[in-house]
């Protein structure tokens, strides 16, 4: 089992910075993906990153590149969610995912095994 709790969510304005924290806890392994999704109000969950776990890989979506950056922390378990340049479209809640095992990509997360309890990114104009 693993546990995620996210944290650092909050309202900004467009154009504002936050920083998204996901504090795993549980088991650990040395090959996984780890992720952060978002699913904003009458939309379906979208991937907006990922990163490969142990091999460093990160991949994002079109909407958030250049803008966005995650990073992990292992001595902390802990995945990162820099967002920059936030626009009113990424207001969403956002989740942290997990799961265990080979190759990594975005897409709505239906095959990430364990989830956060989710952090709400609010973004005014």
């Known amino acids: 089992q693993v546990q995620l709790v996210e944290s650092g969510g909050g309202s900004v304005q467009a154009g504002g910075s936050l920083r998204l924290s996901c504090a795993a806890s549980?088991?650990?392994?040395?090959?996984?993906?780890m992720g952060w999704f978002r699913q904003g109000p009458g939309k379906e969950r979208e991937g907006v990153a990922v990163?490969?776990?142990?091999?460093?890989?990160?991949y994002y979506a079109d909407s958030v590149k250049g803008r966005f950056t995650i990073s992990q922390d292992n001595a902390k378990n802990t995945l990162y969610l820099q967002m920059n340049s936030l626009k009113p479209e990424d207001t969403a809640m956002y989740y942290c995912?997990?799961?265990?095992?080979?190759?990594?990509?975005?897409?709505?997360?239906?095959?990430?095994?364990?989830w956060g309890q989710g952090t709400q990114v609010t973004v005014s104009s």
């Open positions: 990163l490969y776990i142990g091999v460093g890989s990160t």
């Open positions: 549980g088991n650990t392994y040395s090959r996984g993906c």
């Open positions: 995912a997990a799961r265990p095992g080979w190759g990594c990509q975005l897409g709505s997360g239906s095959n990430f095994q364990y």
